[in-house]
């Protein structure tokens, strides 16, 4: 314990800074917009003060705050740190005010627009550092309530079913996920990670599911799976992303890619893997056959989009269940002499990957926002050609987001790939090879966005283009140089987690 509740502070300061904004709704919406970047700006420099009292060779949580909060039902409100959290705090902290930065123009009521996503950063920070399933499901369930706002109020012409979709598919997935806990308590009296990881490990978890009757083992981790499944997404319970991503306000479009698809793998580790492992195991080979139709079919399905927004979404679908099938391909594996340096590759993959994708996807829908705005709202592949000449120094910050989402060596995200497969390659090789489809998919379309968009004959109006503003670099900028930084020298992330996940791979299921 610390005499600073750091992240009681991570996670309320946000909301204070929403519940200010949305008082003071006289203020200029120059100053709502600065006071929404400042307050957004604190989940970074706290991050960084949490960094500076973590201690990576510990893999147990640290900074722990866990009070009494409801005796009768043995609720406690209890938050933790550890490397996978402290990455993904710190991805949120850069992240988010991107966000804010790249909505700064933003005319309509900015200051809910701000508050809102306030609202929305503060719970996914909640849902990062939470270890008692009351409060981190409050928390898990009040980010969707400013994010459908914000997709239906500033999203596109088909917003709104966008944003009821949305809402319908997590909260229908929610409901499964709910029930399950519900029966997990009903059997051991807890709703705390820790110890329901604890009594999973010695055994006795699935004993009490199953004094409940045969079948409760396996219903409850199916419930749980289903919440975090529509989440991440994984395939086939994606449908609901292409819509809402291409919807979304350039900002919200960052968010939602950067961070929120986060919390669903967040969920597959801190919950599915530690609690359930025994039933993750079983079913690890079919789940694995769904991360591939992922991996597969979403890259050959960017293939075919025109618009823009949509092939970065299928995009971020694919990359994100590069990460799932290395999670089922360590559920799956045998164990062998290898078996903990692979899973402690994979895990490092999927850490690594997750705050690569977060970077080079946010980036993306930034620059697919910047040809938006400067063409009067046109999204589609045809409606451009030699932007390169007309917009150089965009077409420099943009071709780098391309190459690293696709993986080039010497930027951040071939580290993350390579990883991921090394593991994946470990335990299941077929698997790994079938994945190589959608890496060659994935050269195709985003080769075919630079070459469409960027070379070419000019097309109508290109050519009064202007090139980035110093607003526009300035949000681009912090993305662009960590897919450098982490190209060359991934250990800086890498040293956060990797002790954690050793420890994990030294007890594998």
Same mark, same amino acid.
């Given at each position: 314990?610390?005499?600073?509740?750091?992240?009681?502070?991570?996670?309320?300061?946000?909301?204070?800074?929403?519940?200010?904004?949305?008082?003071?709704?006289?203020?200029?919406?120059?100053?709502?917009?600065?006071?929404?970047?400042?307050?957004?700006?604190?989940?970074?420099?706290?991050?960084?003060?949490?960094?500076?009292?973590?201690?990576?060779?510990?893999?147990?949580?640290?900074?722990?705050?866990?009070?009494?909060?409801?005796?009768?039902?043995?609720?406690?409100?209890?938050?933790?740190?550890?490397?996978?959290?402290?990455?993904?705090?710190?991805?949120?902290?850069?992240?988010?005010?991107?966000?804010?930065?790249?909505?700064?123009?933003?005319?309509?009521?900015?200051?809910?627009?701000?508050?809102?996503?306030?609202?929305?950063?503060?719970?996914?920070?909640?849902?990062?550092?939470?270890?008692?399933?009351?409060?981190?499901?409050?928390?898990?369930?009040?980010?969707?309530?400013?994010?459908?706002?914000?997709?239906?109020?500033?999203?596109?012409?088909?917003?709104?079913?966008?944003?009821?979709?949305?809402?319908?598919?997590?909260?229908?997935?929610?409901?499964?996920?709910?029930?399950?806990?519900?029966?997990?308590?009903?059997?051991?009296?807890?709703?705390?990670?820790?110890?329901?990881?604890?009594?999973?490990?010695?055994?006795?978890?699935?004993?009490?599911?199953?004094?409940?009757?045969?079948?409760?083992?396996?219903?409850?981790?199916?419930?749980?799976?289903?919440?975090?499944?529509?989440?991440?997404?994984?395939?086939?319970?994606?449908?609901?992303?292409?819509?809402?991503?291409?919807?979304?306000?350039?900002?919200?479009?960052?968010?939602?890619?950067?961070?929120?698809?986060?919390?669903?793998?967040? /969920?597959?580790?801190?919950?599915?893997?530690? %609690? +359930?492992?025994?039933?993750?195991? !079983? *079913? &690890?080979?079919?789940? @694995?056959? $769904?991360?591939?139709?992922?991996?597969?079919?979403?890259?050959?399905?960017?293939?075919?989009?025109?618009?823009?927004?949509?092939?970065?979404?299928?995009?971020?679908?694919?990359?994100?269940?590069?990460?799932?099938?290395?999670?089922?391909?360590?559920?799956?594996?045998?164990?062998?002499?290898?078996?903990?340096?692979?899973?402690?590759?994979?895990?490092?993959?999927?850490?690594?990957?997750?705050?690569?994708?977060?970077?080079?996807?946010?980036?993306?829908?930034?620059?697919?926002?910047?040809?938006?705005?400067?063409?009067?709202?046109?999204?589609?592949?045809?409606?451009?050609?030699?932007?390169?000449?007309?917009?150089?120094?965009?077409?420099?910050?943009?071709?780098?987001?391309?190459?690293?989402?696709?993986?080039?060596?010497?930027?951040?995200?071939?580290? /993350?790939?390579?990883?991921?497969?090394?593991? %994946? +390659?470990?335990?299941?090789?077929? !698997? *790994? &090879?079938?994945?190589? @489809?959608? $890496?060659?998919?994935?050269?195709?379309?985003?080769?075919?966005?630079?070459?469409?968009?960027?070379?070419?004959?000019?097309?109508?109006?290109?050519?009064?283009?202007?090139?980035?503003?110093?607003?526009?670099?300035?949000?681009?900028?912090?993305?662009?140089?960590?897919?450098?930084?982490?190209?060359?020298?991934?250990?800086?992330?890498?040293?956060?987690?990797?002790?954690?996940?050793?420890?994990?791979?030294?007890?594998?299921?």
């Amino acid at each position: 314990m610390t005499s600073l509740p750091i992240l009681s502070l991570l996670v309320f300061t946000p909301w204070i800074g929403a519940i200010v904004l949305a008082t003071f709704r006289a203020l200029p919406p120059k100053t709502a917009r600065w006071l929404g970047l400042l307050f957004s700006l604190s989940t970074l420099a706290l991050g960084c003060v949490a960094l500076s009292s973590f201690s990576p060779a510990t893999p147990g949580m640290q900074l722990v705050e866990k009070h009494a909060w409801i005796s009768a039902l043995n609720v406690h409100y209890h938050l933790g740190l550890d490397g996978l959290s402290l990455v993904l705090v710190l991805l949120t902290g850069l992240i988010a005010p991107l966000a804010l930065l790249a909505s700064w123009r933003m005319e309509r009521s900015p200051h809910f627009f701000n508050a809102l996503f306030l609202a929305l950063q503060g719970a996914a920070i909640g849902v990062f550092l939470a270890l008692d399933f009351v409060h981190w499901f409050l928390f898990w369930e009040l980010s969707l309530v400013p994010a459908f706002f914000l997709l239906k109020i500033w999203g596109g012409p088909g917003a709104a079913r966008a944003a009821y979709q949305f809402v319908i598919y997590t909260i229908g997935g929610s409901a499964f996920m709910l029930l399950g806990f519900a029966a997990l308590y009903a059997a051991t009296g807890s709703f705390d990670f820790q110890g329901l990881a604890a009594m999973a490990a010695d055994g006795s978890l699935t004993a009490k599911l199953a004094s409940l009757g045969h079948f409760w083992p396996q219903a409850v981790f199916l419930g749980v799976l289903l919440g975090l499944a529509v989440k991440v997404p994984l395939y086939p319970f994606h449908t609901w992303l292409p819509p809402a991503y291409a919807e979304a306000p350039t900002g919200l479009s960052m968010f939602l890619t950067g961070v929120m698809s986060k919390m669903g793998l967040y /969920g597959f580790l801190r919950i599915l893997w530690p %609690i +359930f492992p025994t039933q993750l195991h !079983a *079913a &690890a080979t079919p789940l @694995l056959w $769904l991360s591939l139709g992922g991996v597969v079919l979403s890259a050959f399905a960017a293939l075919r989009q025109t618009d823009m927004k949509r092939m970065v979404a299928y995009s971020s679908i694919n990359h994100l269940s590069y990460c799932l099938l290395a999670l089922f391909a360590v559920a799956a594996g045998s164990p062998s002499a290898t078996a903990g340096i692979e899973s402690v590759s994979a895990f490092n993959g999927i850490a690594l990957q997750m705050f690569n994708h977060g970077l080079s996807a946010a980036a993306l829908f930034f620059c697919v926002g910047v040809l938006e705005e400067r063409s009067g709202g046109k999204r589609s592949l045809a409606d451009f050609g030699g932007v390169r000449t007309a917009m150089p120094v965009f077409a420099g910050f943009c071709g780098i987001a391309l190459f690293s989402s696709l993986g080039l060596p010497g930027l951040n995200g071939f580290v /993350g790939e390579f990883l991921l497969f090394r593991g %994946i +390659f470990g335990f299941t090789p077929w !698997a *790994a &090879a079938i994945a190589t @489809l959608g $890496l060659l998919a994935t050269a195709l379309f985003l080769l075919t966005f630079w070459q469409r968009v960027f070379h070419g004959p000019q097309g109508a109006g290109v050519a009064q283009y202007r090139d980035l503003s110093g607003w526009e670099i300035a949000t681009l900028v912090p993305a662009i140089a960590l897919m450098f930084v982490l190209g060359v020298y991934p250990q800086l992330l890498v040293q956060l987690f990797n002790p954690l996940f050793t420890a994990w791979s030294a007890h594998l299921p």
